[in-house]
């Protein structure tokens, strides 16, 4: 019996030792989460019931040359109700009046949204949605609404906020103007304005403390952030929302008319850069009978040019006074063979001997390859230096991502062969950009300064200018004064008398260069041949204002017309015509009330004149028919005119009696 109690005894003490050292265990845990660990558990647990949560910043608006509104942010609100927040005795007097409000300004019967506040008030809902996508108005409204007006704690009003980007114009431009946080997501195609100029536009973000409730959801601690979120700056395109619209229905219009697969123009402001419309058109691939923008092809594509690169040949042979434009060049029949690889004219037959002028204004591929080759083929170096030094080999440098990359091939290099130097001599072999070619033409337009195309002009703070962006200076003088002149010359010529005669206008005077390149052409994967049609030029041809490229891919051959002249060509002549005669002019007339001497001297002896009390007719010769009339007007006559300008000859004598009945002819000269 003795044995076993001690065998008990023992049991009990090792039960009272093991639970000593539990305790002891637990003690020191305990004193190592509240000393030791206690700062780290704390953050642990206010983190995962207390947080701050970002507030967007508004973004930057973007905004046209003329003050359009191109993009905005603007503030979107949703409003919940935490049903356990405001006291029975205020619920109950206020729920019916909220109800009633809500009905109002939400157009649901009154009756549907007391139920459903009494039922959320019932299953204690913390995070009952009452209403979303409300205007910055609408929020205003809903905050002053009865309950709602007593704030988050006794009114239980739960209002979250973030921004949307609005577009104004819908999707003109939407590639250059980029869209907002999609963009991350689309590759370069949607990083226009938005992406590039993001720093200036995206402001900083604001923070909010929350608390978390029930099933996972948040609620603001308090009416009032954290950290109160800042503006962006905006951003003054240079997009000129008035030619935007042309320039893009002018494009959709011929896009439509030769069921080509897409293409892209672009307006540029000739002394400046500035790019004043920029349109991207695609065939949506779905319905194959609708254009939107889908890429930026006037940026990103990089393709053989064609003809519009023979403009490089014509300045590069007259810089280097190798020859002049009354050189004589025989096409040889339209067929030319250099290493075995024929190059012809679009012409069959070709034209038979011709000048260098006239085989640019012609496009002749025969004449302009010729006069390349024989003057360059010794030193090819030469020849594409000119090509370097004009930037036709590197890339414009935009802010934009994606934009492509030229080609120009270097002698020496690995791709140099014996047919590189003829084949560049007419658009092939080469690439370059849309926008790359409008800027070396423009250089041409702006008396041989070449600028760099330029999106923005300006950053700023409501009236505050925060960065101006001048015009850029790329290449100070392309080529000779001499050279300058009789490439402008030939370029005139060729909308006058050459492949773009169709465009010719005796009143509006116009310059350019038509393209037409085949694509595709040395394809071996089964990929279809195709053309790609295009004018460049700049207008008016003889104070250049703008100058402007039209390029439109795979017109559809089955319309048997696919040339630059008909395809991109009408576009051009659309856009310069429509920007020159609906355009309202907004030109300041100065000195208008300032006083002629001899127009005062004029007037008065007219008047005089009318005023003669014989009342006979004077004598009008030498006088301005304008004038004549007015005089002819106040002796009460009537008059027939015919010509315009000075009196040479009146049907009735001077000295004689006004006869009011009789009519006087005048013949000006």
């Not at 205007?135 to 009865?146: D, G, Q, V």
């Not at 704690?153 to 999609?182: D, F, H, L, N, S």
């Not at 006239?358 to 083929?377: D, L, P």
């Not at 270097?410 to 092939?428: H, N, T």
Request: one cysteine or more.
């Amino acid at each position: 019996m003795a044995v076993e109690d001690k065998h008990i005894s023992y049991r009990m003490y090792l039960v009272a030792f093991a639970m000593f050292v539990m305790a002891v265990a637990i003690t020191v845990k305990l004193t190592n989460i509240q000393w030791v660990e206690g700062d780290y558990y704390r953050k642990l647990a206010k983190e995962r019931t207390v947080k701050n949560f970002v507030i967007p910043a508004n973004k930057g608006n973007i905004y046209s040359s003329d003050g359009s509104l191109l993009a905005t942010s603007i503030p979107n609100y949703t409003i919940r109700f935490d049903a356990v927040a405001p006291k029975g005795e205020a619920f109950e007097k206020n729920v019916k009046a909220l109800a009633d409000s809500l009905s109002l300004l939400l157009g649901k019967p009154a009756s549907n949204f007391q139920s459903d506040l009494r039922k959320a008030r019932a299953n204690k809902s913390r995070y009952f949605l009452v209403a979303r996508d409300l205007s910055y108005t609408e929020y205003m409204k809903i905050k002053s609404f009865p309950l709602f007006n007593l704030g988050a704690y006794k009114g239980g009003i739960i209002t979250e906020q973030k921004t949307i980007r609005e577009y104004p114009i819908g999707k003109i431009a939407w590639r250059t103007i980029g869209y907002e946080r999609e963009s991350e997501n689309a590759g370069h195609y949607g990083k226009g304005i938005e992406w590039a100029y993001r720093k200036y536009l995206n402001g900083k973000d604001g923070k909010i403390l929350k608390q978390k409730i029930a099933k996972g959801q948040w609620k603001p601690i308090r009416d009032v952030n954290e950290i109160d979120p800042q503006d962006g700056y905006d951003v003054n395109s240079t997009i000129d929302v008035y030619i935007q619209d042309i320039a893009h229905h002018a494009l959709l219009k011929q896009l439509k008319l030769y069921d080509a697969d897409h293409g892209c123009v672009v307006v540029m402001e000739t002394k400046t850069g500035y790019i004043k419309a920029i349109a991207n058109l695609g065939r949506d691939k779905k319905t194959d009978s609708t254009y939107y923008e889908t890429e930026n092809y006037a940026i990103r594509e990089s393709h053989e040019p064609g003809s519009t690169y023979k403009l490089a040949d014509l300045m590069a042979l007259l810089d280097d006074k190798k020859i002049d434009t009354s050189e004589v060049y025989d096409s040889h029949g339209g067929t030319v063979i250099y290493s075995g690889k024929k190059v012809n004219d679009s012409h069959d037959g070709g034209y038979g001997k011709i000048s260098l002028a006239r085989g640019f204004e012609v496009s002749s591929n025969t004449v302009m390859v010729q006069a390349v080759y024989n003057n360059y083929k010794n030193d090819p170096k030469q020849f594409v230096a000119h090509l370097n030094d004009w930037g036709l080999n590197k890339p414009l440098g935009l802010p934009f991502e994606g934009e492509g990359k030229p080609y120009v091939p270097q002698p020496g290099d690995k791709y140099w062969s014996a047919i590189s130097l003829p084949w560049m001599a007419f658009g092939y072999g080469v690439s370059i950009t849309p926008l790359q070619t409008l800027t070396f033409y423009n250089a041409v337009a702006n008396n041989g300064v070449m600028v760099k195309p330029q999106f923005v002009s300006e950053i700023k703070e409501w009236n505050k200018t925060i960065k101006k962006f001048d015009p850029i200076v790329t290449n100070t003088k392309i080529c000779s004064d001499e050279a300058l002149k009789k490439v402008r010359a030939v370029l005139a010529n060729v909308v006058k008398k050459g492949t773009g005669a169709k465009l010719y206008s005796k009143d509006f005077p116009m310059a350019g260069k038509t393209g037409t390149a085949q694509a595709n052409y040395n394809k071996k994967d089964g990929t279809a041949k195709h053309y790609i049609s295009s004018f460049v030029g700049y207008f008016p041809a003889n104070d250049p204002k703008y100058s402007c490229i039209v390029v439109v891919h795979e017109p559809n051959t089955s319309k048997n017309n696919y040339y630059g002249a008909d395809v991109a060509g009408p576009v051009f002549k659309r856009i310069a015509q429509k920007i020159f005669t609906d355009a309202p002019s907004m030109n300041e007339i100065k000195n208008l009330n300032k006083k002629d001497p001899k127009v005062e001297k004029d007037y008065s002896d007219y008047y005089a004149a009318a005023q003669e009390k014989d009342s006979v007719i004077p004598n009008l010769k030498g006088m301005a028919g304008m004038d004549a009339v007015a005089l002819l007007g106040n002796l009460g006559m009537k008059v027939k005119v015919i010509g315009i300008g000075k009196v040479k000859k009146q049907s009735i004598q001077p000295g004689q009696n006004v006869d009011k009945n009789a009519t006087i002819i005048l013949e000006l000269s």
